[in-house]
Structures are given as structure tokens and as C-alpha cells.
């Protein structure tokens, strides 16, 4: 690993569509291990990861967060209904059966910042796939219930995101970001922060 992080941020992209090319294990733990240098409250390091790849356990996963997305997806209007439908999202999740493995990233409830801690781990572990060639999306289903059944996970761990990995068969280009100069100011809001 050895790109400069600001090259490997700026061109990963959010992955929906994944080629059925089998991933090896080998190239997925470098992600891990990033992931796991993160800085977190108290050092407790709260993330765990669950990687899967059998096809029945994948099946099972989809069809729980389906079951919840429908629901979610009946209640979305305005500016989010608008948003979603016009990238064509829908409450089908088929990327969870199609990537070659899914990582759940969980994290110890019972930990201090263990929700901002274990997001911090997963950016390290999306730009360590990107440096990888490897894509994702960071996706967090409605109902994360059936998910933990899934995989037997124990109680006082919550499902912070699920990371379906493999390579991406997927055209959709980047979406646009905001400019520096419209998130960043100078000692007060407002107020530019002058840039090179």
C-alpha cells in the first residue's frame, strides 16, 4: 500500500453493482488490519468484523434487510424520495448476494464513542480497499435485527454498516462533491479559509 490518501479518497466512488469475480480472502485482511489502526474512545477499539461468504447466510441477510427497507422505502417522500429515485434506488438489496463476501462491521455498544469510533475505523477500511482495487458501499439497513440473527451475533453489539466487497461492475460515474471552500472557514463561519 503506498498511494497518498487524498488521491485514493478522491477517486473512490460508491459500488452497487459488483462482478461475480471471486475476491481472496488475502487481499480483503490488509483492509481489516487498516481499519483496525483507527483511533477510538478510551482505545477500547470496538469494532468487530464478521466476513461472509456462503451463499445460504448472504441469502438470509438480504432477505431481512429487504424486509425492512420495504418498509422504509413506503414512508419516503419529498426531497430523500426524489433523491432515491432518481439514482434508482429501491428497496432491492441484490448487491448483498451478489458481492463475493459482505464484511458487518459491528460495533460494542457498551463502549465509550463506540458509534463514531467504529465509523472511523470504516473509513480507514474503505480507503484501504480503494488502494486495494477493491469497491463497496457502506450500507446500513433499516432493520439490522435479522441481520444479527444471521450470524449469531451477541447481545450488546450493534450493526454499524454492512460492506459488500468485491470488484465493481459498475458504470455509474462519482457523485459530484462539494468545493473546499464551501465547507471550510477561518475562525468563524463564514469566513474563507484561504487556499493555495
Not at 3 to 13: E, F, I, K
Not at 56 to 71: L, N, T
Not at 87 to 111: I, M, N, Q, T, Y
Request: aromatic share 8%; hydrophobic share 40%.
Amino acid at each position: 500500500m503506498g498511494s497518498c490518501v487524498s488521491d485514493l479518497a478522491s477517486r473512490r466512488r460508491t459500488i452497487r453493482k459488483f462482478s461475480s469475480d471471486p475476491v481472496d480472502m488475502d487481499k480483503v485482511l490488509p483492509a481489516l488490519e487498516a481499519a483496525c489502526q483507527a483511533p477510538s474512545g478510551a482505545n477500547r477499539q470496538p469494532w468487530r468484523f464478521v466476513i461472509v461468504t456462503g451463499s445460504d447466510v448472504k441469502r438470509r441477510i438480504r432477505e431481512a434487510c429487504e424486509r425492512g427497507e420495504r418498509a422504509f422505502y413506503a414512508g419516503v417522500g419529498g426531497e430523500l424520495g426524489t433523491w432515491l429515485l432518481a439514482r434508482g434506488l429501491s428497496w432491492r438489496k441484490p448487491f448483498l448476494e451478489e458481492a463475493p463476501l459482505l464484511a458487518l462491521v459491528l460495533s460494542d455498544v457498551e463502549a465509550p464513542y463506540s458509534k463514531e469510533s467504529v465509523w472511523l475505523a470504516m473509513g480507514y477500511a474503505l480507503l484501504a480497499l480503494e488502494e486495494l482495487s477493491l469497491s463497496t458501499v457502506t450500507y446500513t439497513p433499516s432493520d439490522a435485527t435479522g441481520v444479527l440473527r444471521a450470524v449469531d451475533a451477541p447481545e450488546g453489539f450493534r450493526l454499524e454498516a454492512t460492506l459488500p466487497i468485491g470488484l465493481s461492475a459498475d458504470e455509474k460515474p462519482r457523485e459530484p462533491r462539494r468545493a473546499l471552500h464551501e465547507v471550510a472557514f477561518l475562525n468563524s463561519w463564514g469566513h474563507a479559509l484561504e487556499t493555495r
